[in-house]
């Protein structure tokens, strides 16, 4: 065995952190280490050169380099020293850059990091065996799970750059949701005129095997050779003979199949509860949408979105409405809220009198901003434009009570009082 | 105690893990230099007595590191390493080993800066667990 080392400055990417001479020198104590050389930049040309030389005249029968990562030069190297008769596979790298000298400092310990690296490449490259290369058949199809816009589209492209595309789908029809829907967001298009083109065309292109009312079963292979098991799910109806004349329709015991999508059940929690009972107090009644989201509201401190579509669904309102109703109204929420809310008049009598500085006092003591929460759910802090009472101002109301001609100094005392009240 | 610098070896597998380190290097990310890198082809090529011979031959922890799940690139070695590391720590702690010595995790080749942060990580906890001398060979 006759191990040739190889150890690159790679300019100063590694010389910098690394004492290469030192690394070299390591290796040349190593066992079985013929030849041990430090050179800029092993991959250019000279640096091929010098492996090829040594492997020719030397007589090497491994080569370690150390240098970058594997992932870069390996396939470099390994083709450098196959051109000098040495097989590929008894090459080994030493990642002495990306593993070692960028990401270090100290150079003491950089260098000896190194050393250990080469080493463990050296003693690695005494086990390297020569190996063949061998050619695999790779299959030349694709297979695609799902009909619906996305698999369409991609079985479309596959097929067209020439590939066969298996396509499986487990209803009986391809399209998937977008089927089902009127436009698409936010373009407002027509979504049946985008999809039924593509549908007809999965059919039709003679490199897409189209495997309806199937699944797929179990998946094994790798890269380039899958296996794929694929359920078809019985269709009681000859697919080759069958030409759609849809006699057999009107013999079939089973009638008035209408695909519709599958309706959202609301999942009856807590939140659904109380707002159900709120609903009952009114009857269920259309008219009295706003009075349910008002004691909705003062309920939850918010209206949480599964309470408008809750109120939707039971009203009967599309869901739009409500929560056009909801963001209207300043007096609704749809974020959640503190349990007091804070609210400091800024018209224009209360500006003049201070009421900025009652504002950031409040910030600065709820450590938040207007529209937010405090951490323990407390307070919500909100800027109102006028509460109506100039002659008080500057004036806050906390929870609807009123409290005017405010100063900084009452700010920490009015909160102590609320957070009293819960404590 | 304070001057003990653990031996560390990381197994990483060459598709995602070895190659989130070579942007960690790429990126000049600075991690201590404790670890010593071993480059399988795929996380799952791991046998469990690589990772009991090198507490034997002198690491004091083991870093197993492939890709996340649903990635690999041979499309479920990683699923058979993760089964291998559960089955392993209960045996690490029968033959008298803390099973925090071995470390597994998931690094994808986009993720340098996340393996320099395991390598942070994995060098504290085993300077906090110290040498490892329960089955070291001498």
Same mark, same amino acid.
């Given at each position: 065995?006759?191990?040739?080392?190889?150890?690159?400055?790679?300019g100063?990417?590694?010389?910098?952190?690394?004492?290469?001479d030192?690394?070299?020198?390591y290796?040349?104590?190593?066992?079985?280490?013929?030849?041990?050389?430090?050179?800029?930049?092993? $991959?250019?040309?000279?640096?091929?050169?010098?492996?090829?030389?040594?492997?020719?005249?030397?007589?090497?029968?491994?080569?370690?380099?150390?240098?970058?990562?594997?992932?870069?030069? /390996?396939?470099?190297?390994?083709?450098? &020293?196959?051109?000098? %008769?040495?097989?590929?596979? $008894?090459?080994?790298?030493?990642?002495i850059? /990306?593993? $070692?000298?960028?990401?270090?400092?100290?150079?003491? @310990?950089? @260098?000896?990091k190194?050393?250990?690296?080469?080493?463990?490449?050296?003693?690695?490259?005494?086990?390297?065996?020569?190996?063949?290369?061998?050619?695999?058949?790779?299959?030349?199809?694709a297979?695609?799970?799902?009909?619906?816009?996305? %698999?369409?589209?991609?079985?479309?492209?596959?097929?067209?750059?020439?590939?066969?595309?298996?396509? &499986?789908?487990?209803?009986?029809?391809? %399209?998937?949701?977008?089927?089902?829907?009127?436009?698409?967001?936010?373009?407002?298009?027509?979504s049946? $005129?985008?999809?039924?083109?593509?549908m007809?065309?999965?059919?039709?292109?003679?490199?897409?095997?189209?495997?309806?009312?199937?699944?797929? /079963?179990?998946?094994?292979?790798?890269?380039?050779?899958?296996?794929?098991?694929?359920?078809?799910?019985?269709?009681?109806?000859?697919?080759?003979?069958?030409?759609?004349?849809?006699?057999?329709?009107?013999?079939?015991?089973?009638?008035? #199949?209408?695909?519709?999508?599958?309706?959202?059940?609301?999942?009856v929690?807590?939140e659904?509860?109380? #707002?159900?009972?709120?609903?009952?107090?009114?009857?269920?009644?259309?008219?009295?949408?706003?009075?349910?989201?008002?004691?909705?509201?003062?309920?939850?401190?918010?209206?949480?979105?599964?309470?408008?579509?809750?109120?939707?669904?039971?009203?009967?309102?599309?869901?739009?409405?409500?929560? %056009?109703?909801?963001?209207?109204?300043?007096?609704?929420?749809l974020?959640?809220?503190?349990?007091?809310?804070?609210?400091?008049?800024m018209?224009?009598?209360?500006h003049?009198?201070?009421?900025?500085?009652?504002?950031?006092?409040?910030?600065?003591?709820?450590?938040?901003?207007p529209?937010?929460?405090?951490?323990?759910?407390?307070?919500?802090?909100?800027?109102?434009?006028?509460?109506?009472?100039c002659?008080?101002?500057?004036?806050?109301?906390?929870?609807?009570?009123?409290?005017?001609q405010?100063?900084?100094?009452?700010v920490?005392?009015?909160i102590? @009082?609320?957070?009293?009240k819960?404590g | =105690?304070?001057?003990?610098?653990?031996?560390?070896? !990381?197994?990483l597998?060459?598709?995602?893990?070895?190659?989130?380190?070579?942007? !960690?290097?790429?990126?000049?990310?600075?991690? *201590?230099?404790?670890?010593?890198?071993?480059?399988? =082809?795929?996380?799952?090529?791991?046998? *469990? =007595?690589?990772?009991?011979? !090198?507490?034997q031959?002198? !690491?004091?922890?083991?870093?197993?590191s492939?890709?996340?799940?649903?990635?690999?690139?041979?499309?479920?070695g990683?699923?058979?390493?993760?089964?291998?590391?559960?089955? =392993?720590?209960?045996?690490?702690?029968?033959?008298?080993?803390? *099973?925090d010595?071995?470390?597994?995790?998931?690094?994808?080749?986009?993720e340098?800066?996340?393996?320099?942060?395991?390598?942070?990580?994995?060098?504290?906890?085993?300077?906090?667990?110290?040498?490892?001398?329960?089955?070291?060979?001498?």
């Amino acid at each position: 065995m006759r191990i040739g080392v190889y150890v690159c400055e790679c300019g100063i990417n590694i010389s910098n952190t690394v004492d290469v001479d030192e690394v070299a020198k390591y290796a040349g104590t190593l066992p079985d280490v013929h030849t041990s050389r430090v050179y800029k930049y092993m $991959c250019s040309d000279p640096g091929q050169e010098m492996i090829k030389n040594d492997i020719r005249e030397e007589g090497l029968t491994r080569v370690v380099v150390a240098s970058c990562s594997p992932r870069m030069h /390996e396939p470099t190297f390994r083709n450098a &020293v196959e051109e000098a %008769g040495l097989n590929p596979y $008894c090459f080994e790298m030493a990642n002495i850059r /990306e593993h $070692c000298s960028w990401v270090h400092t100290d150079r003491e @310990t950089a @260098t000896r990091k190194a050393m250990r690296i080469v080493a463990a490449a050296v003693l690695k490259s005494a086990f390297d065996k020569p190996l063949d290369k061998k050619e695999v058949p790779v299959t030349h199809n694709a297979m695609v799970i799902g009909a619906g816009i996305a %698999g369409i589209q991609a079985s479309l492209d596959i097929a067209d750059s020439g590939y066969k595309v298996y396509l &499986v789908e487990k209803d009986s029809t391809i %399209g998937g949701r977008m089927a089902q829907l009127d436009k698409t967001f936010p373009t407002l298009d027509c979504s049946a $005129c985008i999809l039924t083109p593509k549908m007809s065309d999965v059919p039709r292109h003679p490199n897409i095997e189209l495997l309806t009312y199937s699944e797929v /079963e179990d998946i094994s292979g790798y890269v380039g050779n899958f296996r794929v098991s694929v359920k078809k799910k019985a269709r009681y109806v000859n697919t080759d003979k069958c030409t759609g004349c849809g006699v057999c329709s009107n013999v079939c015991p089973v009638h008035n #199949v209408i695909q519709v999508p599958e309706p959202v059940k609301t999942k009856v929690t807590p939140e659904i509860k109380a #707002v159900d009972a709120i609903i009952d107090r009114y009857e269920a009644k259309r008219d009295a949408l706003i009075q349910i989201l008002q004691d909705a509201n003062k309920h939850f401190n918010y209206l949480p979105e599964a309470v408008l579509r809750r109120a939707a669904e039971r009203l009967g309102i599309p869901f739009s409405e409500v929560y %056009g109703t909801a963001s209207f109204y300043k007096s609704f929420s749809l974020t959640p809220r503190g349990k007091h809310i804070i609210q400091v008049c800024m018209g224009t009598a209360c500006h003049v009198r201070g009421a900025s500085r009652i504002l950031e006092e409040f910030e600065r003591r709820l450590c938040i901003r207007p529209g937010e929460n405090t951490e323990d759910g407390l307070f919500t802090l909100e800027r109102v434009n006028c509460l109506g009472a100039c002659a008080l101002g500057p004036i806050i109301a906390v929870d609807g009570d009123y409290h005017g001609q405010m100063t900084t100094g009452k700010v920490s005392r009015l909160i102590d @009082t609320y957070a009293k009240k819960d404590g | =105690m304070s001057s003990f610098e653990p031996r560390i070896v !990381a197994f990483l597998c060459n598709w995602c893990s070895y190659a989130g380190a070579d942007l !960690a290097g790429t990126s000049r990310i600075k991690y *201590p230099p404790n670890v010593r890198t071993i480059r399988v =082809m795929c996380s799952g090529r791991i046998n *469990p =007595m690589f990772i009991v011979n !090198a507490l034997q031959e002198g !690491a004091d922890g083991v870093l197993i590191s492939g890709c996340h799940p649903g990635d690999c690139h041979y499309s479920k070695g990683n699923y058979y390493a993760r089964r291998r590391y559960q089955v =392993m720590k209960n045996i690490l702690e029968y033959i008298g080993i803390h *099973p925090d010595r071995v470390r597994m995790s998931w690094v994808s080749a986009g993720e340098g800066q996340k393996f320099a942060d395991v390598i942070n990580e994995v060098i504290e906890g085993i300077k906090a667990l110290g040498p490892a001398e329960e089955i070291r060979r001498r």
